[in-house]
């Protein structure tokens, strides 16, 4: 049979996050097919048609799937779940605010962010925000899985599958959007951003923040913090990098004047690269970083953003 | 209207996990325990419900193992009324733990259930969503702000990229991110009254539920370990080595 990937995006453009489970969803060994849900989505589905491994890619436009409001999903993935063995969708806040949903209503587990497609039943997924990595294998029956996207490389956009318009299910008519306030910053996601640069309790106060962000804008970082600098009042709680915070994978991670509590590795230590800045030599940060700099962070970041000036950023 | 509001018992957040060195799952023996963070503040959240007259009364409700009455008594200190321990040993997955509460929430009948997003050990972010469809109620995950009308609840919601408000008709399903509120300590002697408070002992079977595990955990491991690097000695080595040496700056 067939496996389902759930498209993440925003009616205008496919997000990459996408691509990533399509990516996941090919390794069960059986064929793909991508169901857009949206409105006005048409430029979507051509973007999934065009992701390699995908052999047919579903489009349901009608106005209730605007926002993939979790009710209307569920009711749209459970109209179509008799064709399908595995249902996948990026484990972001809409995979995550659907997807269950339809598990219990399949009366089948889910499994939640998988790093690695062991076998096709068979998957890694991270527990105690990544302290330990537990090998689950699925029962027979339909799999229904959410994909952790920092562990897998995102499909090519070499394929050319065909887009089939399919219709809305029954809108179940117990919740809708009202709104939504997303932030404006020029920065990327803290989630998806390939750099990230945090602050910690070091940065002494909110306004110091402002050091972090002249170096994030040259390099086109997401801004995070540890829970100290959160607690502290420096900044608001969604910069939170840490194990009850954010996870975050990126291609960088700049700790700074973060000292390396196990809450905060726990968010950040999967990154692929990790340099701290730290005026204190025994700080926990410094087991973990690839480059580490011991240095009073109120000199190092300034001269951090003059070299990046220097070099043309 | 009442407010259920279910909290697990977890390895403190503050306790490095140690993976056993048989694979078969992490060390919980004398490791400190606590009510899961996120569930604290959905007990918050609903105690301040109480105090504004919103809500008659806060029911906490915990499925795990005996001690987990440990964590109902938290809740009960921090001003729930009264409590319910569906006594399970071993793991419950959320599908099981989403059919007891269910069968709690037929008995109760409680206008809104508020859960954590996701429990710190199994991290599996389920529960309430699972819930929410068991029932065929609608719902608001990820809560950072709750408005209730008649007969519906607002809900602001921590999405990717920013806040989204949803209007849910009630009975409902919140589940709670971080920034909704600060839980308070409860004072001592709310924690003696906690001690005088009812605690109604059930079992998975007084609601039906087979609680045997669907998926076969193989094994739990270490996540691969990362080595300490090198350090520099200048903001322009470490520029240098991020640029020319790990190829990470754009």
């Known amino acids: 049979m067939t496996s389902l990937v759930i498209a993440e995006h925003d009616n205008k453009t496919l997000k990459e996050?996408?691509?990533?489970?399509?990516?996941?969803?090919?390794?069960?060994?059986?064929?793909?097919?991508?169901?857009?849900?949206?409105q006005d989505a048409g430029a979507v589905a051509d973007a999934a048609a065009k992701l390699a491994g995908v052999e047919k890619v579903l489009l349901a436009d009608d106005a209730q799937y605007a926002k993939l409001v979790?009710?209307?999903?569920?009711?749209?993935?459970?109209?179509?779940?008799?064709?399908?063995?595995?249902?996948?969708?990026?484990?972001?806040?809409?995979?995550?605010?659907?997807?269950?949903?339809?598990?219990?209503?399949?009366?089948?587990?889910?499994?939640s962010e998988i790093l690695k497609v062991v076998s096709p039943d068979t998957f890694e997924r991270p527990i105690y925000a990544g302290n330990a990595i537990q090998t689950v294998q699925a029962p027979e029956g339909k799999k229904v899985i959410t994909v952790r996207t920092t562990a897998f490389k995102a499909a090519e956009a070499t394929g050319s599958a065909s887009v089939e318009k399919i219709s809305a299910a029954a809108d179940p008519g117990i919740s809708k959007f009202v709104g939504e306030e997303l932030s404006k910053s020029e920065r990327p996601e803290l989630t998806s951003a390939k750099i990230v640069i945090s602050g910690g309790r070091?940065?002494?106060?909110?306004?110091?923040?402002?050091?972090?962000?002249?170096?994030?804008?040259?390099?086109?970082a997401a801004v995070g913090a540890s829970r100290a600098a959160v607690d502290a009042g420096f900044?608001?709680?969604?910069?939170?990098?840490?194990?009850?915070?954010?996870?975050?994978?990126p291609e960088l991670y700049i700790a700074v004047g973060i000292s390396g509590a196990i809450q905060h590795l726990a968010g950040m230590k999967d990154s692929?690269?990790?340099?701290?800045?730290?005026?204190?030599?025994?700080?926990?940060?410094?087991?973990?970083?690839?480059?580490?700099?011991?240095?009073?962070?109120?000199?190092?970041?300034?001269?951090?953003?003059?070299?990046?000036?220097?070099?043309?950023? | 209207m009442k407010v259920l509001v279910p909290v697990k018992r977890v390895i403190d957040y503050n306790v490095k996990v140690r993976v056993k060195a048989d694979q078969t799952g992490v060390d919980l023996a004398n490791v400190k325990m606590s009510m899961n963070p996120f569930d604290e503040i959905c007990v918050e959240e609903a105690v301040r419900l109480k105090e504004k007259g919103k809500a008659t009364e806060v029911v906490a409700v915990s499925i795990g193992p005996a001690q987990a009455s440990e964590t109902i008594r938290t809740a009960l200190a921090m001003g729930a009324d009264r409590g319910i321990l569906v006594k399970v040993d071993g793991d419950v997955e959320p599908l099981a733990v989403a059919k007891i509460l269910k069968g709690i929430v037929e008995a109760e009948q409680p206008g809104l259930v508020i859960l954590g997003k996701q429990a710190i050990d199994d991290?599996?972010?389920?529960?309430?969503?699972?819930?929410a469809a068991l029932l065929g109620w609608p719902q608001?995950?990820?809560?950072?702000?709750?408005?209730?009308?008649?007969?519906?609840?607002?809900?602001?919601?921590?999405?990717?990229?920013?806040?989204?408000?949803?209007?849910?008709?009630?009975?409902?399903?919140?589940?709670?991110?971080?920034?909704?509120?600060?839980?308070?300590?409860?004072?001592?002697?709310?924690?003696?009254?906690?001690?005088?408070?009812?605690?109604?002992?059930?079992?998975?079977?007084?609601?039906?539920?087979?609680?045997a595990p669907r998926l076969k955990v193989l094994k739990v491991t270490e996540p691969p370990k990362r080595q300490a690097g090198v350090k520099v000695k200048t903001v322009a080595e470490l520029v240098d080595k991020l640029k020319n040496e790990a190829g990470v700056l754009p």
């Open chain 1, 70 to 111: 979790a009710e209307s999903v569920e009711a749209l993935i459970l109209s179509l779940a008799d064709k399908y063995d595995a249902i996948l969708a990026p484990a972001t806040t809409n995979g995550k605010n659907y997807l269950p949903r339809v598990a219990a209503k399949l009366d089948v587990p889910q499994i």
């Open chain 1, 17 to 38: 996050q996408t691509a990533k489970a399509v990516t996941a969803a090919a390794q069960l060994g059986a064929p793909v097919h991508v169901l857009v849900a949206g």
């Open chain 1, 202 to 220: 070091g940065m002494q106060s909110g306004d110091n923040f402002h050091l972090l962000d002249k170096i994030a804008d040259k390099l086109h």
């Open chain 2, 140 to 211: 608001g995950t990820f809560a950072h702000k709750l408005e209730l009308g008649e007969g519906t609840a607002r809900i602001e919601r921590e999405i990717d990229g920013g806040l989204q408000t949803v209007e849910v008709k009630t009975p409902a399903i919140m589940t709670v991110d971080l920034r909704l509120n600060e839980p308070r300590y409860a004072s001592l002697p709310n924690i003696m009254k906690a001690k005088k408070k009812p605690i109604d002992d059930k079992t998975p079977a007084d609601y039906g539920v087979d609680t």
């Open chain 1, 272 to 313: 692929k690269v990790i340099a701290a800045i730290n005026k204190d030599e025994e700080a926990p940060i410094f087991q973990v970083a690839d480059y580490g700099l011991v240095a009073d962070l109120f000199k190092a970041l300034p001269e951090m953003e003059e070299e990046l000036t220097k070099l043309g950023y």
């Open chain 2, 123 to 131: 991290d599996s972010n389920q529960t309430g969503q699972m819930l």
């Open chain 1, 235 to 249: 900044v608001p709680n969604d910069y939170q990098v840490g194990q009850t915070g954010k996870v975050v994978a």
